[in-house]
T-cell receptor, first 117, second 112 residues
């Protein structure tokens, strides 16, 4: 059973298009995340989201929007794709955390490699 | 902004040897975590160490934390070819609203 799954695994598209990446977790976790990993393997948090709060990294362009139909899903929608959006995008989840403690272990999906031409 | 920096950026050793990777960070933290990423895969959690802890073990892994030096080390003993991967440290801290902030990773290659 896959704990955190993402689709598609590969996404090749033209500049200017709109695309979505889907993420699902079957761990019963309260919090889900989207990360971007660039070509140098540097990981950057984009969003974290639970039932109560959406935390947005302020450096993320507003072309990126998370959409959560329910607690088990957090999809990433990207408008007007640009060349610089090419990267690997990871979804992750964790148990909710207590104030002042932060998340413990995060479970990652396999990643979606986005290539913008 | 980037919080952690791993050192070295790349490490190549013979199978059976021990591998040590270091992570330095800039601000006070709540906890520090180590993850492994195999090529083309997602990240896998290895160990979490809290700011009031100094050392933790898990199988062949040993993690130390020195909050006075703002650094952590990951030791893999008796390395195996399957340990070949990139290893990342990540910290949570008040300044980041307790979200994980990641280092750039150490690429470890175990030669058979």
């Amino acid at each position: 059973d896959t704990a955190v799954s993402q689709t598609p695994k590969y996404l090749v598209t033209q500049m200017g298009n709109d695309k979505s990446i889907k993420c699902e977790q079957n761990l019963g976790h309260d919090t889900m995340y989207w990360y971007k990993q660039d070509s140098k393997k540097f990981l950057k948090i984009m969003f974290s989201y639970n039932n109560k709060e959406l935390i947005i990294n302020e450096t993320v362009p507003n072309r990126f929007s998370p959409k959560s139909p329910d607690k088990a899903h957090l999809n990433l929608h990207i408008n007007s794709l640009e060349l610089g959006d090419s990267a690997v995008y990871f979804c992750a989840s964790s148990q909710d955390w207590s104030v002042g403690q932060g998340p413990d272990e995060q479970f990652f999906g396999p990643g979606t490699r986005l290539t913008v031409l | 902004s980037q919080q952690g920096e791993e050192d070295p950026q790349a490490l190549s050793i013979q199978e059976g040897e021990n591998a040590t990777m270091n992570c330095s960070y800039k601000t006070s933290i709540n906890n520090l975590q180590w993850y492994r990423q195999n090529s083309g895969r997602g990240l896998v959690h290895l160990i979490l160490i809290r700011s009031n802890e100094r050392e933790k073990h898990s199988g062949r892994l040993r993690v130390t934390l020195d909050t006075s030096k703002k650094s952590s080390s990951l030791l893999i003993t008796a390395s195996r070819a399957a340990d070949t991967a990139s290893y990342f440290c990540a910290t949570t801290a008040l300044y980041s609203n307790y979200q994980l902030i990641w280092g750039a990773g150490t690429k470890l290659i175990i030669k058979p």
